[in-house]
């Protein structure tokens, strides 16, 4: 079946430093591919995403390319701030399947030191 | 354009009561899900409707959960004869069409006891 595998965390930063975290997937169509934050006491928000191979998706400052050969979809920003503090997930949706569902990560917590 | 709400925001019940929680999608939105997610995990999928028509339930979704959306609008999603394993944080979601994301409420975080 369709799975996402985030790497592990969480993951500590100073403010300013770059930012990757790793998304991997496992789909038998032709996923789309998004990226979700979670901020402190806040519902999930759509941050990016990315619908067909080598598709690069971008808000925040955040991107993300769709790399089909790897099966990946990894989160990039350049220069953190204190207040990218949050949980992202990864995730997976067949566009073209019944009800278009999504297959999320476990999830990974970012915080930022000032 | 208010987003998704849902109600009650917390709940904490004793086990063996039955719970019913509400989600308001988005207006035009046709599509509404049902997700369930347990502390250090992503939201897992329990239950998809089109309009009024429920077209997908998960395995986890046993028989002591229903989830109807009578006229294509709100939704409500009943947990009878709650278990402890039931604890959770229950998310609804709505969208337009396929592939372009979701959007989520806040939740409805249940404790049972």
């Known amino acids: 079946g369709d799975s996402v595998t985030q790497m592990e965390g969480p993951v500590t930063l100073s403010e300013e430093a770059f930012l990757t975290i790793n998304c991997t997937y496992t789909?038998?169509?032709?996923?789309?591919l998004f990226w979700y934050v979670q901020y402190p006491g806040e519902g999930l928000q759509l941050l990016l995403k990315?619908?067909?191979?080598?598709d690069k998706g971008s808000n925040k400052g955040f991107e993300a390319t769709y790399r089909k050969e790897t099966t990946s979809f990894h989160l990039e920003k350049g220069s953190v701030q204190v207040s990218d503090s949050a949980v992202y997930f990864c995730?997976?949706?067949?566009?073209?399947?019944?009800?278009?569902?999504?297959?999320f990560g476990k999830g990974i917590t970012l915080s930022v030191r000032p | 354009d208010t987003g998704v709400s849902q109600n009650p925001r917390h709940k904490i019940t004793k086990r063996g009561q039955n719970v019913t929680f509400r989600c308001d999608p988005i207006?035009?939105?046709?599509?509404l899900y049902w997700y369930r997610q347990t502390l250090g995990q992503g939201p897992e999928f329990l239950t998809y409707?089109?309009?009024?028509?429920?077209?997908?339930k998960s395995r986890l979704l046993s028989d002591r959960f229903s989830a109807e959306r009578p006229k294509g609008s709100f939704s409500t999603l009943e947990i009878q004869r709650t278990e402890q394993g039931d604890s959770a944080m229950y998310l609804c979601?709505?969208?337009?069409?396929?592939?372009?994301?979701?959007?989520f409420g806040p939740g409805t975080r249940l404790t049972v006891t």
């Open positions: 995730a997976l949706g067949i566009p073209t399947g019944a009800n278009s569902k999504l297959t």
């Open positions: 789909a038998t169509g032709y996923p789309s």
């Open positions: 990315a619908t067909k191979a080598d």
């Open positions: 409707f089109q309009n009024e028509a429920q077209l997908e």
């Open positions: 979601a709505s969208s337009l069409g396929t592939g372009q994301g979701v959007d």
């Open positions: 207006s035009e939105h046709n599509r």
